[in-house]
C-alpha cells in the first residue's frame, strides 16, 4: 500500500527515523504515538492505518510512516473530525483544504442550531409557568431551523395547487414560509412556532378542488384557478397571501363545522373573529421574522 497520500503532501510532517527491516509492532507503534494500543489496533480494524505487512508469527507490522498517518488521525479527531472524513482524506484523497471547507459548514450549521436552541429555552425560561407545557409541545415541533422551514413550506405548498419552477404562486410560498434566521430572538423563535402550529391547523394535504365560499358568489372555479386569480388581483404578495389565508381559514372553519366542531351555524361574528383573527396572527408573525425584534 501507498502510504504518501495526498494528506502527506500538504505539510503533515513525516517521520523519516527507521525501526529496522522487520518494522513496528503495534505496541512500539502505539508508544511512539503516546495512544492506547486497542486504540491504534481499533484504526487498524477498521483499515484506517492498515499494516504494511505481518510478521512470521502472524503480528502485524508497521512502517515508520504509520506514525505520520496516526498522528494526523489524532489532530483531526481533536478538531472533531468523523473517522469517515478521516477515511476520505487517507483512502480517498481527499484534500486537507477540502476537507477544511466541509467541516467549516458543518460548524455553522452547528452554530445556527445552537442559536436557534439558545431561544427556544430563553422563550420557554420567560413564558408563564402554567403555559410552559403547552409552549414546549409547540416549541418542539420546530426545534430544528432547517427541518422547520421544510415543514411549513412542505404545508405550504400542499395547500395551493402544484405549479411549475418560477410560478408567480412560488413568490407566496417564499413570503409566507420565510426562512429562519441565523442569529434569532425569542420573537422571532415563538412567531416560527406559531406560523407553524397555524399552518398545521389548516389541515396540509387536504386542499379542496373549489376555493372557499365568500357567502357571496360561492365556489365558482377550481381551486387552482381560484389561487392565480387571487394572485393577480392582489397588489402585492403580502396581500395575496393574506387573501389565501382567508379562503383557507374560512374553508377550514366549514370542515370543522361538517365534522361536527360546532353545533348548528356558524354566526357571522364569530367567523369574522375566527378568520380575520388567525390572518392578523399570521401576517404579525411574518413581519416579526422579516426582523421584528
Excluded at 507503534?29 to 486497542?38: D, E, R
Excluded at 452547528?110 to 431561544?119: G, K, P, S, T, V
Excluded at 395551493?160 to 429562519?180: C, H, K, M, Q, R
Aim: net charge positive; with cysteine.
Amino acid at each position: 500500500m501507498d502510504w504518501r497520500f495526498k494528506a502527506m503532501r500538504e505539510g503533515v510532517t513525516r517521520n523519516t527515523s527507521r525501526s529496522g527491516r522487520g518494522g513496528w509492532s503495534i505496541g512500539e507503534l502505539a508508544a511512539h504515538a503516546g495512544l492506547p494500543v486497542k486504540t491504534v489496533r481499533y484504526y487498524s480494524d477498521i483499515a484506517l492505518l492498515p499494516a504494511t505487512h505481518r510478521s512470521d508469527g502472524g503480528h502485524r507490522r508497521y512502517e515508520p510512516e504509520a506514525l505520520d498517518h496516526l498522528r494526523l488521525i489524532r489532530r483531526l479527531r481533536s478538531l472533531g473530525v468523523s473517522l469517515a472524513d478521516i477515511s476520505e482524506v487517507l483512502r480517498n484523497g481527499t484534500s486537507l483544504g477540502e476537507l477544511a471547507a466541509s467541516e467549516q459548514e458543518k460548524v455553522r450549521v452547528r452554530q445556527r442550531e445552537l442559536a436557534w436552541r439558545d431561544a427556544i429555552w430563553q422563550a420557554l425560561g420567560a413564558s408563564p409557568g402554567p403555559q410552559r407545557p403547552r409552549l414546549l409541545d409547540r416549541l418542539t415541533r420546530v426545534e430544528c431551523p432547517q427541518r422547520a422551514h421544510a415543514d411549513l413550506t412542505r404545508g405550504w405548498r400542499q395547500l395551493l395547487p402544484p405549479t411549475p419552477p418560477g410560478s408567480p404562486i412560488e413568490a407566496i410560498v417564499s413570503y409566507a414560509a420565510p426562512a429562519p434566521p441565523v442569529h434569532p430572538s425569542v420573537r422571532q423563535v415563538l412567531a416560527y412556532a406559531e406560523m407553524h402550529a397555524l399552518v398545521s391547523g389548516l389541515e396540509p394535504g387536504r386542499a379542496p378542488t373549489r376555493p372557499p365560499d365568500d357567502r357571496r358568489g360561492g365556489p365558482a372555479a377550481v381551486w387552482p384557478s381560484w389561487v392565480r386569480e387571487v394572485f393577480s388581483r392582489a397588489p402585492d404578495v403580502a396581500t395575496a397571501t393574506r387573501w389565501l389565508l382567508l379562503g383557507l381559514s374560512r374553508h377550514h372553519l366549514r370542515q370543522r363545522e361538517a365534522a361536527g366542531g360546532a353545533p348548528g351555524e356558524w354566526h357571522p361574528a364569530i367567523e369574522r373573529q375566527f378568520v380575520i383573527g388567525r390572518i392578523s396572527r399570521y401576517s404579525r408573525c411574518v413581519a416579526v421574522m422579516a426582523g421584528g425584534r
